[in-house]
C-alpha cells in the first residue's frame, strides 16, 4: 500500500537542486561524449542508447531490491511516450555537443509550452489569455537564442528546438498514464522500451567506445536515473508548483559546467533569451498553479534530457 511521504519544503527544494545538477551533469557527458574530448565523437543515436542501458540497469537493481511488482501497463501508451522521449533525447544530445549548454537547455525549457499548445489540437483543451502571452514570451526567448541573423544563426539550435517539440508531444501522451501507474513502474517500463528502441537505432552508427566513453556512458545513464529519482521524491513531499522554480537551476549548472570544462562563457544574447524564456515558462507554472493548485507533475517527467 502507497504511503504519502511526509510534507517536508526544505528537503523538496535541496532533492531538486540536485536533480538539476545530475541533469546538467548528463548534457556536460554528452557533449564529451559528441565532441573528441574523449576519443572519436559518437553519434547521438549510440549516446542515448548509453543512456537508457545503464539507467535501465539501475531501475532494474532498484526494482528488484523493491522487489516491484508489475502490474495493468499500458504498453501501447509507455511506447508511444517513449518514443518522443528517446527523439527528444537524442536530438538534445545533438545539440549539446555543437551550441553553449546553457543554451540548448534553456530551449529544451519550452517543452511545456509547446505541449500546453499542442494540448489543443490533440487533447481538445482551451487556453487563455494568460497562458497564451506565456508561450509567446518563451517563444521570443527561444528565438533570440536561436539568433535569426546570417552573422549569429546557430543551425544547431534546431536540434535543441526540435528536441523541445519532441518532449512536448511525449508530455500530451504521458497525460494518459498519470494517476493510472506508479513512479517506480513508469521509470522502469519506460527505461525497458527506451533500451529496445535505442538498441535498434544505434546499431547502425555503432562504434566501440573507448574505456573513457565508456564511463561518461555509464554516467548519463547513472545521473539521469539518480535525477528521476530524487526529482519524484521531490515531488512526494512538496507542491509541484514549490518544486519546479527550483528545477531551473539546471540552467545554472549547465552554464558552469560547460565553462569548467569547455571554456565556454554565456554571452549577452544567451543571457537574454534565457531570462525571456524562464519569464514564459514561470508565467505558465504560476498560472497552472492557480488553476489546478493540487495537481503535480507528471511522474517521471523531466524537463530536460531526463527520459
Not at 552508427?205 to 548519463?220: C, D, F, N, R, S
Request: positive net charge.
Amino acid at each position: 500500500m502507497f504511503v504519502p511521504k511526509d510534507q517536508n519544503p526544505l528537503l523538496a527544494a535541496l532533492l531538486t537542486l540536485l536533480a538539476s545538477a545530475f541533469v546538467a551533469g548528463t548534457t556536460l557527458l554528452a557533449k564529451m561524449l559528441g565532441t573528441d574530448a574523449l576519443g572519436p565523437a559518437l553519434n547521438p543515436l549510440q549516446i542515448s542508447h548509453g543512456r537508457f542501458v545503464f539507467a535501465c540497469l539501475a531501475f532494474a537493481v532498484a526494482a528488484w531490491i523493491m522487489r516491484l511488482r508489475l502490474t495493468d501497463i499500458a504498453w501501447r501508451t509507455h511506447t508511444v511516450r517513449v518514443a518522443f522521449g528517446w527523439g527528444g533525447v537524442t536530438l538534445m544530445f545533438a545539440a549539446a555537443a555543437f551550441i553553449p549548454l546553457s543554451d540548448a537547455t534553456a530551449i529544451s525549457f519550452l517543452n511545456p509550452v509547446i505541449g500546453m499548445l499542442l494540448a489543443i489540437p490533440f487533447l481538445g483543451e482551451r487556453i487563455g489569455p494568460v497562458r497564451l502571452t506565456a508561450a509567446a514570451i518563451a517563444l521570443a526567448g527561444a528565438m533570440i537564442l536561436l539568433r535569426p541573423t546570417p552573422e549569429a544563426f546557430q543551425p544547431a539550435a534546431l536540434l535543441a528546438l526540435g528536441a523541445a517539440v519532441a518532449l512536448g508531444l511525449e508530455l500530451i501522451v504521458m497525460k494518459r498514464l498519470t494517476g493510472r501507474e506508479g513512479p517506480m513502474q513508469i521509470l522502469l517500463v519506460n527505461n525497458v522500451i527506451g533500451v529496445c528502441i535505442a538498441s535498434a537505432a544505434a546499431f547502425w552508427v555503432w562504434i566501440a567506445p573507448t574505456p573513457a566513453q565508456w564511463a561518461a556512458l555509464a554516467g548519463i545513464g547513472f545521473l539521469m536515473a539518480s535525477a528521476q529519482t530524487c526529482f519524484i521524491n521531490a515531488l512526494a513531499r512538496a507542491d509541484a508548483g514549490f518544486v519546479g522554480p527550483f528545477f531551473y537551476a539546471t540552467l545554472v549548472f549547465a552554464a558552469l559546467y560547460d565553462f569548467v570544462v569547455f571554456g565556454v562563457r554565456p554571452d549577452g544574447v544567451s543571457v537574454i533569451g534565457t531570462t525571456i524564456i524562464l519569464c514564459g515558462a514561470g508565467l505558465l507554472m504560476w498560472r497552472e498553479g492557480r488553476i489546478r493548485p493540487s495537481a503535480g507533475i507528471p511522474v517521471g517527467k523531466m524537463t530536460t534530457p531526463a527520459d
